[in-house]
């Protein structure tokens, strides 16, 4: 899976030092460099990304102050790995529900660490969903998901036993909240890799799991041809390994 980055941090060779660190992680993509608090409260809201790296001292503002910021205009809060020069605000962090907390210049070895310490937190959380419709607030479990179907510029979420629910989000903005095993294969359709019973390539379609009691076959979903490619390399993939 590929994560998205921010780097907040008013010092040009600490900013660089971080850039090349992270250089060699193909998976985590950077998407925006903040040098002020005020910057960087705009990029996290505006860009959503995953983690944020922030330097604790910003000229004279300080680093806390923009997770105090952002915590109250969203919910969703990006993991936040904090970068100094001073030991002195280990503790800090800590108690401010920082992920993990990194010394200036960068060792590599805590960065390994820092990374993988992100990836396990964010894939426990990725055991369900929050899906706003109508009603009010649902929480869904990834494993209860079939498929999801457009619906002009909504969506239906096709779960176990046959039951769905409507929500007024894009497949698109569904798709960017999903994690691994759902899979794009079609303009109109996300599947849970792990309800597939069957692929055909040939016939660009494939065959989950769940019964339809309606037409009493195995739900048939097609593949359209700007994701097959994709499909192939990654359903395969995960199917083999």
Same mark, same amino acid.
């Given at each position: ?15 660089? @030092?971080?850039?090349?660190?992270? +250089?060699? *992680?193909? @998976? !985590? ?23 944020? !790296? ?31 020069? !001073?030991?002195? *605000?280990? +503790?800090? /962090?800590?108690?401010? #529900?920082?992920? *993990?907390?990194? #010394?200036?210049?960068? #060792? ?5 660490? /820092? ?20 009603e009010g607030h649902f929480f869904m479990q990834l494993e209860d998901i079939n498929y999801i ?15 769905q629910m409507f929500v007024t989000k894009t497949l698109k903005e569904i798709e960017s909240i999903?994690? !691994? ?10 599947? @849970? /890799? ?7 390539? /040939?016939?660009?379609?494939?065959k989950l799991n769940t019964f339809n009691t309606v037409t009493n076959e195995f739900i048939e ?5 700007? *994701? ?14």
């Open positions: 899976m590929n994560y998205n980055y921010i780097i907040v941090e008013d010092n040009l060779g600490s900013l660089q @030092n971080l850039q090349v660190s992270l +250089k060699s *992680y193909k @998976n !985590f993509k950077e998407i925006g460099i903040a040098n002020t608090l005020s910057q960087g409260i705009s990029l996290v809201l505006s860009a959503k990304p995953h983690i944020v !790296f922030l330097d604790v001292q910003l000229g004279d503002e300080n680093g806390f102050d923009l997770i105090k910021e952002i915590r109250q205009f969203t919910s969703e809060m990006p993991f936040i790995i904090m970068t100094t020069d !001073f030991d002195k *605000y280990a +503790k800090k /962090a800590v108690n401010h #529900d920082v992920l *993990y907390f990194l #010394d200036k210049p960068i #060792d590599p070895d805590e960065l390994v660490i /820092a990374l993988h310490k992100f990836e396990k937190r964010f894939l426990e959380l990725q055991n369900h969903i929050t899906i706003k419709n109508t179907q457009s619906d002009n510029n909504c969506c239906r979420i096709f779960k176990k036993e046959n039951t999903l994690p !691994f095993p759902f899979i794009r294969i079609h303009k109109s359709y996300i599947v @849970n /890799a792990k309800h597939i019973q069957m692929l055909n390539t /040939a016939k660009k379609m494939l979903l097609p593949i359209s041809d700007l *994701y097959m490619e994709n499909v192939k390399q990654t359903l395969l993939t995960a199917k083999t390994n």
